[in-house]
């Protein structure tokens, strides 16, 4: 089975709030697109997925999607991540009323494409299956196969909502990288220790980061 991924990211200027304990109001934007471009490429090199889907109306963030090879969707419901995933699936769903749906999050600088391969495999035996994040807390994946409805419920305590809906929680060991979202300086540091791609090596260099080295 081949997945279309819908990645949502909002306006770079409002991302990444928590991470002001590690990162300056105007390193924080770039931070943020460079976990997104990390996170397409990975997906975009995974052999499960067909292609990315990027629901965002951040320009910049559009045309570096766009130049790894995202579609961009314009988030016209703006009305917060649920409603840019499901406007996501439903322009992914237009164009291909069959195919297999899968919502991840853009702040995975670590994903490796096998990783993220294992996870979808195991998607493919529900209708609706969804991965926690490293927390146990929220979610990072959720998947809808083929005649399945995606029916997004991120957000806070985002994983006992997405299981009370009927999706089926992944029990996966050795996908760290599909788990470990980085909302927090405590979260950068764990992506940092799995290795992060390029873009956020590079966004990353200058810091200091408590933990890590040089920090």
Known sequence: MQWTVVVPLKALARAKSRLSD??????????????????????LACAAVRDVAV?????VAGRELAALGARIVPDEPAGGLNAALAHG???VRALRPR???????ADL????PVELARVLDAATEFPRAFLPDAAEIGTTLLAATPGGELRPSFGPDSR??????????????EVPSVRQDVDTGDDLRAALSLGVGPHTTAATARLLIPGQPGG
């Open 160 to 173: 006992a909502r997405h299981r009370a809906s009927g999706a089926v929680e992944l029990d996966l060991d």
């Open 99 to 105: 195919g297999a749906v899968a919502a991840l999050n």
């Open 55 to 59: 629901v965002t109306d951040d320009p």
């Open 22 to 43: 590690t990162a300056a109001d105007a390193v924080r934007p770039g931070l943020a697109l460079a976990f997104a471009q990390d996170t397409v490429a990975a997906a």
């Open 109 to 112: 600088p670590a994903l490796r």
């Open 89 to 91: 699936a439903a322009a």
